[in-house]
């Protein structure tokens, strides 16, 4: 048995200096076939989580998604940092470090983790900064991020990786930070078990969405044409009106409907690689069976 949602949402979200993000969009659907309508405001990181905590006070019947990678690659060196005596031992106390190393940066912003000595060894950066730990070729992959690329649901990047217009590492430590402030208010699978009742936060990738709705030719969508014909994808006819057609807006919107449909499979909530093991350290993208 699985639990039926009755509302569903998708978060894209932002790594970006600053308090209101432009790349923070969100987006919500009544259900299968019904045209998500998007939250039409200029977000920070903040009022999301405000935003998320006042669903979980209220009990809301919602399912979130969020498009961001909810921890690192683990199992391949045995741990996030290998050779940093702080490296955490599972993804909640990983959101607790990122949050504490970065108390002092404000909006939710993850710059001093970015550069921290230890941590800074294993990332890519601006400048072509690349620490000595940071990996061969693009970088360290979860487990679903490699699953994801081998069954090309889209090329998933390494978290690790922090320059280039489609890299996630920025947008994954911000969102550590929102995730440990929530503090378990809102149960995050597959870390949590599905609450019976209230709110509840999956990882997602927007790719997926697109490429499940059949868009050729890149999953950006940067028209109404182009939303148009990705939401047909879903069974949607009417897409919403927007005073701006930008990515962030229509990847939350597609992904919406996505999710509507795609929360309703039993394979997407019992992944044949997925152990209890496996959820804690690395967690994983729902949507990758």
């Known amino acids: 048995m699985i639990r039926r949602f009755r509302r569903f949402a998708c978060i ?56 961001f990678s909810t921890a690192f690659p683990f199992l391949d060196a045995g741990g996030y940092f290998p050779g940093w005596a702080e490296s955490p031992a599972d993804a909640r106390a990983l959101w607790r470090l990122v949050d504490e ?42 487990l ?29 430590l911000t969102g550590m930070r929102l995730l440990h402030r929530l503090d378990g208010r809102v149960p995050v699978w597959p870390f949590d078990p599905l609450p019976e009742t209230g709110p509840a936060i999956v990882e997602i990738y927007t790719t997926v969405a697109a490429r499940t709705a059949g868009l050729g030719g890149g999953s950006k969508m940067r028209d109404a044409d182009r939303l148009r014909a990705g939401l047909a994808g879903y069974g949607i006819r009417r897409p919403p009106r927007l005073a701006r057609y930008d990515d962030h807006s229509t990847d939350a919107i597609l992904t919406a409907a996505w999710l509507a449909e795609a929360a309703a499979r039993a394979d997407l909530w019992h992944p044949s690689a997925l152990s209890s093991e496996i959820a804690a350290v690395e967690g994983w993208t729902f949507g990758i069976p």
């Open 144 to 172: 679903v991020e490699r699953l994801c690329r081998d069954g090309r649901h889209g090329p998933a990047t390494s978290c690790f990786n922090l320059v280039g217009a489609a890299q996630v590492g920025k947008s994954s």
């Open 12 to 67: 894209d979200w932002s790594g970006a200096k600053g308090d209101r993000q432009k790349g923070v969009a969100v987006a919500v659907s009544d259900g299968p076939g019904r045209t998500p309508k998007l939250i039409e405001r200029t977000w920070s990181r903040g009022a999301v989580l405000d935003w998320l905590l006042d669903h979980a006070r209220r009990d809301s019947d919602l399912l979130v998604g969020i498009d």
């Open 101 to 142: 190393i970065c108390a002092g940066d404000p909006h939710l912003e993850a710059g001093a983790f970015v550069d921290h000595v230890e941590a800074s060894r294993h990332f890519r950066r601006h400048g072509g900064r690349q620490g000595d730990l940071f990996g061969a070729g693009n970088g360290r992959y979860r």
